[in-house]
């Protein structure tokens, strides 16, 4: 920041339009402007919840310098039928919890499950309802991902080990996880209809590529672009040489098809390659004058 102007990270910018949080970009401006954290609320406004949310959003996309302590996750513990049974009858969030899991899943829960649900309450201190979004989420992530079988307890748990390893142990940080990935989910799939891919879901090295030119921040009409270039060229989608084409792009700051049409049409210095100067056009017509 110098004087009164403030100089904004492309890269920022571009995560937290995709992030498409009020209150994550107003923390953000906020913090950056070198206030003091503690009177965010005050100043911005924002309820308690709501400033929890933005501090979430933030801290998902890296641009929050608060660190969360993470506990290491070490061997996972082994619970027993027994340990179950107590929990089932003495344990009220237990008891609580897997009653509403097996209302979203819309079945009983055998035995293994309940374990694996045990699990994430006593070794990777999740709360409850932490745990019942977890749940609706990856149900959600395989419906869009054509899958018509509900996911596992095995799959959640892989997951919900993954929402600890991140640090995401409140409502609001898991809150503006799902938000980010189905934000995510919505852009990928876009770019999916623009390349045309219908019928299946991306490989993890496509899925990759897709995602590097979103959070470059191109629009839809510069990546339908650089699609049908590389169509022409190699005639059909090679992913590798459409990446090199944005690349380029990127590189030279253009992101949106105003900007990349403005880039091809820059006029061509006199002299340059299949251009004739002026030097050389007077030495012609003099050529000819004299016969």
Same mark, same amino acid.
């Given at each position: 920041?110098?004087?009164?102007?403030?100089?904004?990270?492309?890269?920022?910018?571009?995560?937290?339009?995709?992030?498409?949080?009020?209150?994550?970009?107003?923390?953000?401006?906020?913090?950056?402007?070198?206030?003091? &954290?503690?009177?965010?609320?005050?100043?911005?406004?924002?309820? &308690?919840?709501?400033?929890?949310?933005?501090?979430?959003?933030?801290?998902?996309?890296?641009?929050?310098?608060?660190?969360?302590?993470?506990?290491?996750?070490?061997?996972?513990?082994?619970?027993?039928?027994?340990?179950?049974?107590?929990?089932?009858?003495?344990?009220?969030?237990?008891?609580?919890?897997?009653?509403?899991?097996?209302?979203?899943?819309?079945?009983?829960?055998?035995?293994?499950? /309940?374990?694996?649900?045990?699990?994430?309450?006593?070794?990777?201190?999740?709360?409850?309802?932490?745990?019942?979004?977890?749940?609706?989420?990856?149900?959600?992530?395989?419906?869009? !991902? %054509?899958?018509?079988?509900?996911?596992? /307890?095995?799959?959640?748990?892989?997951?919900?080990?993954?929402?600890?390893?991140?640090?995401?142990?409140?409502?609001?940080?898991?809150?503006?996880?799902?938000?980010?990935?189905?934000?995510?989910?919505?852009?990928?799939?876009?770019?999916?209809?623009?390349?045309?891919?219908?019928?299946?879901?991306?490989?993890?090295?496509?899925?990759?590529?897709?995602?590097?030119?979103?959070?470059?921040?191109?629009?839809?009409?510069?990546?339908?672009?650089?699609?049908?270039?590389?169509? /022409?060229?190699?005639?059909? /989608?090679?992913?590798?040489?459409?990446?090199?084409?944005?690349?380029?792009?990127?590189?030279?700051?253009?992101?949106?098809?105003?900007?990349?049409?403005?880039?091809?049409?820059?006029?061509?210095? !006199?002299?340059?390659?299949?251009?004739? %100067?002026?030097?050389?056009?007077?030495?012609?017509?003099?050529?000819?004058?004299?016969?």
């Amino acid at each position: 920041m110098k004087g009164t102007e403030l100089y904004l990270n492309k890269n920022d910018v571009h995560k937290l339009l995709s992030a498409a949080s009020g209150d994550g970009a107003l923390l953000y401006l906020y913090l950056l402007s070198g206030n003091d &954290p503690a009177g965010a609320a005050a100043a911005l406004r924002l309820s &308690p919840t709501r400033l929890q949310c933005a501090q979430a959003t933030l801290r998902q996309l890296g641009l929050w310098e608060e660190k969360k302590t993470v506990i290491p996750l070490g061997e996972r513990p082994v619970y027993s039928e027994t340990d179950v049974v107590r929990a089932m009858d003495h344990d009220g969030e237990f008891q609580a919890l897997y009653g509403e899991i097996q209302r979203v899943m819309g079945r009983a829960l055998n035995t293994e499950e /309940l374990k694996i649900l045990l699990g994430f309450i006593r070794y990777l201190g999740l709360p409850a309802e932490v745990i019942s979004l977890l749940v609706r989420h990856c149900q959600e992530r395989a419906r869009r !991902k %054509g899958s018509l079988r509900a996911p596992s /307890l095995r799959t959640i748990e892989k997951e919900a080990y993954h929402w600890a390893e991140r640090g995401i142990d409140t409502m609001e940080e898991a809150i503006a996880y799902v938000q980010s990935q189905s934000i995510r989910y919505t852009r990928l799939g876009r770019l999916m209809e623009l390349l045309q891919i219908r019928g299946r879901s991306l490989t993890a090295a496509e899925e990759k590529y897709a995602q590097q030119w979103l959070d470059w921040g191109f629009d839809e009409e510069a990546i339908s672009m650089a699609y049908e270039r590389t169509c /022409l060229n190699t005639g059909g /989608l090679s992913w590798a040489y459409m990446n090199k084409i944005l690349l380029r792009w990127q590189e030279a700051g253009c992101l949106t098809a105003e900007q990349i049409k403005a880039g091809d049409k820059k006029p061509v210095p !006199k002299g340059a390659s299949g251009q004739l %100067g002026e030097a050389e056009l007077a030495a012609i017509q003099q050529m000819l004058r004299e016969g």
